[in-house]
């Protein structure tokens, strides 16, 4: 890779007026307590040629969003709950056309003033890439403070099939300090190309309408990976992520853990593996006994 430093030099910030464009797309839900920390970080990276889509799906109350319309600039489409990935994709299909990086971030996530300089960087000096990750920290919602822990340095998978957050809980003492390739990227932040997401898009749709909530991220990036594009983790990126910091497992809503072992099923048809024996392991785990 061409990018190792993790300073973005002075002349290249200077060129900021020249860089291309970049769509950050935001779902909402009920999210009133967050997305105006998520803006804000985007206005405090000082990149200028920005354009932010919020996608609602379903908030009880959108009134939030009216209101911050009045501090931040973004176009903002509301729909019924429409679930993680369609809401994705309305967003994805409002962007403007000359529009050449996208940015599919969560709104309880917030990138370090230097993110977008490093990633537009390293893309446009390394365009086999087709995503890149940065280094997730725990963020506490509550306190609205960062921790020290780790929320995710990259999706890798264990030999029996377990999809798993590298580094998740972790406290923070130096490592995965160097950039490297990876099987799937979170999709709290995932910043693309848009080359990459017309070339592997299905039914027109960037996300795999298929999938509501969970493994919608991990599919994506199977398909980016099967394109032959790269997915990179790199360690100058850094951003923040609330993820409701953090539930035990036990604490997280029966039909919810259900969802995401279903979810795994589905993943493993649309990429036959022999890994889908771990899901419906799992599936079954989660359908008798709520593990």
């Not at 007026?17 to 206005?43: D, R």
């Not at 911050?68 to 994709?89: D, P, T, V």
């Not at 993110?115 to 390394?126: G, K, Q």
């Not at 990227?185 to 299905?202: H, K, N, S, V, W």
């Amino acid at each position: 890779m061409a990018i190792l430093t993790n300073n973005v030099s002075p002349s290249f910030k200077a060129e900021m007026k020249n860089l291309p464009p970049v769509a950050v797309i935001i779902v909402t839900h009920n999210s009133k307590h967050v997305i105006g920390h998520c803006l804000q970080s985007l206005i405090d990276t000082g990149y200028t040629n920005l354009s932010i889509i919020i996608t609602d799906s379903g908030s009880s109350d959108t009134n939030y969003l009216t209101e911050l319309r009045k501090q931040f600039s973004f176009h903002l489409i509301k729909e019924k709950n429409i679930g993680f990935s369609r809401a994705n994709n309305l967003g994805y299909h409002s962007i403007a056309p000359e529009t050449e990086y996208i940015v599919f971030l969560n709104p309880d996530a917030f990138p370090e003033p230097d993110t977008f300089y490093f990633a537009v960087n390293i893309l446009m000096n390394n365009p086999e890439i087709g995503c890149l990750t940065g280094k997730l920290l725990a963020f506490d919602q509550t306190r609205l403070q960062p921790t020290d822990l780790f929320d995710s340095t990259g999706i890798f998978r264990k030999w029996y099939g377990q999809w798993y957050d590298r580094g998740q809980g972790e406290r923070d003492m130096g490592q995965y300090q160097e950039p490297c390739d990876v099987p799937a990227i979170c999709g709290a932040f995932m910043f693309f190309q848009r080359q990459t997401l017309d070339e592997i898009m299905i039914h027109n749709a960037v996300f795999h309408p298929i999938f509501f909530l969970y493994k919608e991220d991990i599919e994506l990036c199977l398909r980016v990976r099967k394109a032959g594009w790269r997915l990179v983790y790199h360690p100058a990126l850094k951003i923040f992520h609330c993820r409701g910091w953090q539930k035990k497992r036990s604490d997280i809503p029966y039909e919810l853990k259900k969802l995401s072992a279903k979810n795994e099923i589905l993943l493993y048809r649309l990429h036959p593996s022999p890994y889908i024996i771990w899901a419906l392991f799992k599936y079954l785990l989660v359908y008798l006994f709520s593990l």
